[in-house]
């Protein structure tokens, strides 16, 4: 199990994706990178920054139900590969190039 205790937003977070990546469970404080990385309940528990009685009630819990956690390790194992990696990074800038060309991308990356 990893623990990713930030005190305030983190705007990215490598070791969330890496634990992920691993198979490792993880408990996080968000919002920022964890909550945007991590689907609570699913890949990992997200508590709010500086809730210290939120991080230690997560962390009992995952260790007392080994199933869980490792199921959660399954799971951000494969949203991190399926999210991720560089062929689904690839095939979003593929899709956007043709979007482009299309004439219909400059609008959806721009947000108009």
């Given at each position: 199990m990893?623990?990713?205790p930030a005190g305030g937003a983190e705007e990215c977070s490598p070791v969330t994706a890496e634990?992920?990546?691993a198979g490792i469970a993880e408990v996080a404080s968000g919002p920022g990178g964890p909550s945007e990385i991590m689907r609570d309940g699913e890949t990992?528990?997200?508590v709010q920054p500086r809730d210290a009685d939120a991080l230690a009630e997560a962390l009992i819990a995952l260790a007392n139900d080994r199933?869980?956690?490792r199921a959660?390790?399954?799971a951000g194992s494969r949203h991190v590969r399926a999210k991720f990696s560089r062929e689904a990074y690839?095939?979003?800038v593929l899709a956007g190039i043709?979007?482009?060309e299309a004439g219909?991308?400059?609008e959806a990356i721009q947000g108009t």
């Open positions: 990893a623990v990713v634990a992920q990546a990992g528990i997200i199933p869980r956690l959660m390790g399954i690839a095939q979003r043709m979007l482009v219909t991308g400059a």
